[in-house]
């Protein structure tokens, strides 16, 4: 007996059909307000200890009240930051992995690495943390006494000058070429393994000047080891009101400063971007992780700031401004 075809009405079947096309985005919704579920892994990318380290730890302990989950840091070092930038990048896209990162990994290092990962159209920007500021500090025996002075006492000796760096590619080297590119002045760039040892020498009158963040320099500035002429900002430091901004002190615009900020992997569903957007913005808000913050020199961005939106403008515009004055500078990667 032969089988029968079986006939269903034709606005039953398009019915049936629509809704199994529907299953998967139904699925992922689903998904998305359920996250999370399980712990959230932060890749930090670089070893334990130095500010990026110690800024998302106390991110992803405030982040667990808004998510209901931990947040467990991943320090995953090498390459200035990019190896780790780099895992985050490959993850899956499911809200499970995220990056944080700050100028130099995110901005600096496309510049002068050939990366295996696009810093814009490889992650989706969850926002804006803080920024470290930066000041033009020197020996306390360097004859100038204020920003203009510098500026003239390096026209006046070509080459003669130094200043400290950790490194090629650094913020100090990167902001020291600023510097050179907007004074039109001239001067030798000494590169140490890190800020302690530059610092040192700063004090002991080994280096004549250096373009560092507070953090670093406000413990050396209050002894009266080193000098200060500026703050490379629009705002003076709340820690060292007393210093004035580069704008006051005769070099307007020159503005520089190492922000943080938070991403995860490209194709994370917008549902739990905005979930974690909303547990950092929270963090941002408490008193105690806006002190702790403000114990390192670190100054929190503004609410408006702190969108998805945000970052990647801003993220944008960094690179913009900054790729064509590293490689001018034919700054490489040591």
């Known amino acids: 007996?032969?089988?029968?075809?079986?006939?269903?009405?034709?606005?039953?079947?398009?019915?049936?059909?629509?809704?199994?096309?529907?299953?998967?985005?139904?699925?992922?919704?689903?998904?998305?307000?359920?996250?999370?579920?399980?712990?959230?892994?932060?890749?930090?990318?670089?070893?334990?200890?130095?500010?990026?380290?110690?800024?998302?730890?106390?991110?992803?302990?405030?982040?667990?009240?808004?998510?209901?989950?931990?947040?467990?840091?991943?320090?995953?070092?090498?390459?200035?930051?990019?190896?780790?930038?780099?895992?985050?990048?490959?993850?899956?896209?499911?809200?499970?992995?995220?990056?944080?990162?700050?100028?130099?990994?995110h901005v600096v290092n496309g510049a002068i690495y050939p990366l295996q990962y696009d810093l814009l159209n490889d992650f989706e920007p969850i926002s804006l943390i803080s920024s470290n500021l930066h000041m033009i500090i020197a020996r306390k025996t360097l004859p100038a006494t204020s920003l203009k002075e510098l500026i003239a006492w390096l026209k006046a000796n070509p080459d003669k000058a130094s200043a400290g760096t950790t490194g090629a590619g650094s913020p100090q080297h990167i902001g020291g070429v600023l510097f050179k590119n907007v004074t039109g002045t001239?001067?030798?760039?000494?590169?140490?393994?890190?800020?302690?040892?530059?610092?040192?020498?700063?004090?002991?009158?080994?280096?004549?000047?250096?373009?560092?963040?507070?953090?670093?320099?406000?413990?050396?500035?209050?002894?009266?080891?080193?000098?200060?002429y500026a703050?490379?900002?629009?705002?003076?430091?709340?820690?060292?009101?007393?210093?004035?901004?580069?704008?006051?002190?005769?070099?307007?615009?020159?503005?520089?400063?190492?922000?943080?900020?938070?991403?995860?992997?490209?194709?994370?569903?917008?549902?739990?971007?905005a979930k974690l957007n909303v547990a950092v913005v929270d963090a941002l808000a408490d008193s105690t992780m806006r002190a702790r913050l403000a114990d390192l020199a670190q100054e929190i961005y503004r609410r408006e700031q702190q969108t998805p939106e945000a970052l990647a403008a801003f993220q944008?515009?960094?690179?913009?401004?900054w790729w064509p004055i590293i490689k001018a500078a034919g700054i490489k990667a040591e």
């Open 1 to 105: 007996m032969p089988v029968q075809e079986l006939k269903l009405p034709r606005r039953k079947f398009l019915h049936l059909a629509a809704g199994a096309a529907a299953l998967p985005a139904v699925s992922l919704i689903a998904r998305a307000q359920a996250y999370p579920t399980r712990p959230i892994s932060m890749i930090v990318p670089f070893v334990p200890g130095g500010a990026t380290d110690v800024i998302a730890r106390m991110l992803a302990e405030r982040m667990r009240a808004s998510l209901g989950q931990p947040v467990i840091i991943e320090n995953v070092s090498g390459a200035t930051g990019s190896i780790g930038v780099g895992r985050a990048a490959r993850a899956a896209p499911d809200g499970y992995t995220l990056s944080i990162g700050h100028w130099s990994t």
């Open 186 to 228: 001239r001067f030798q760039f000494i590169p140490y393994r890190g800020g302690a040892p530059a610092m040192q020498d700063l004090v002991a009158g080994q280096i004549d000047f250096m373009i560092d963040d507070p953090t670093n320099a406000l413990p050396q500035l209050r002894s009266g080891a080193i000098k200060a």
């Open 231 to 273: 703050v490379a900002a629009k705002r003076r430091l709340v820690q060292a009101p007393d210093i004035p901004t580069v704008d006051e002190a005769g070099l307007p615009d020159f503005y520089y400063s190492r922000w943080h900020a938070l991403w995860a992997p490209k194709g994370t569903p917008k549902d739990i971007i």
């Open 316 to 321: 944008k515009a960094e690179i913009e401004k």
